[in-house]
């Protein structure tokens, strides 16, 4: 749809208001097409607002959003839009391959019977075709529902926390599929979602959200720069260790693996050596990096806010 290097979505000053309540106070967004876009926040930030209001489910009180460098409200724009927000529109009492079937109908498919078994490939559900959807798991209708929304190939896919309720092969076959399809440049992903370790193996832009409003936006690159390298120590004696090193370093912290982090700029043999002296012995040492939820953790806590 789109031209070289244009972006799927410009939001500038977006404002939404549910009577007194302001949802959005002046929110700016930018999407590359072709990304997997995370939209991060604790509950009531904006997210769903935001992703509710590109979809057109509900209308702005202020400022403009633009797809594909046209207003929202263009009806060629909206046809190209997938949508997955809380759960899918299905019918209990039918089976899945007769809720597919329904939607491409309803969106003038052609070839739907084509279509739809292209899509229950997709999200590996071949098998459950004949399946009523009452009676498929909380993960298995969230794949019926990203079926449901790559129906007739939109060029922007909007998900709402679509990892819920997935086991680990559930996850890896969502990854696989929102790689797939935007692998090749022709679909672009914006994802909501507190999964986020989940989330980090698959986004290539991100964009964190509060009260209302973006905090940042940056690439998995830049956020891969900006995540704050730490050295991390297993000892003989883990409680002289910690005492020791935090006579030394200003940040020493345990981690839910166990290990020591020393979060202060310090080379790893200056750490052995420093034990070592002190007479505690290293068993394990190594150099990583904060996750996307630890990052996210401490933006929050920087700006007044916190993780739910």
Known sequence: MGGANMNAIEIINLQKSFGRRQALKGLNMTVPEGAIYGLIGENGSGKSTTEKLICGLIRPTGGSIRLFGKDCTDEKVRAKIGVLIESPGCFPGATVWNNLMLQAANLGIN????????????????GAAGNKYKNCSLGMKQRIGIAMALLGNPELLILDEPLNGLDADGMRIMREV???????GLCTVVISSHLLGELEKIATHYGIVRDGKMITEMTAEELENSCRTYVAVMADNMDAAKSMLSRNYTRVESDESGYLRIYDTVKPEDVTAYLYANGITVSE??????????YYIDLMDAKGGKMK
Do not use: A, F, W, Y
């Not at 190594?286 to 996307?292: F, G, P, V, Y």
């Open 111 to 126: 070839h739907p019977k084509e279509e739809v078994q292209k899509m229950l490939r997709l999200v590996r559900m071949e």
């Open 178 to 184: 929102l790689t797939n399809i935007t692998g090749n």
């Open 285 to 294: 040492l190594k150099t990583d990096k904060i996750s996307l939820e630890e």
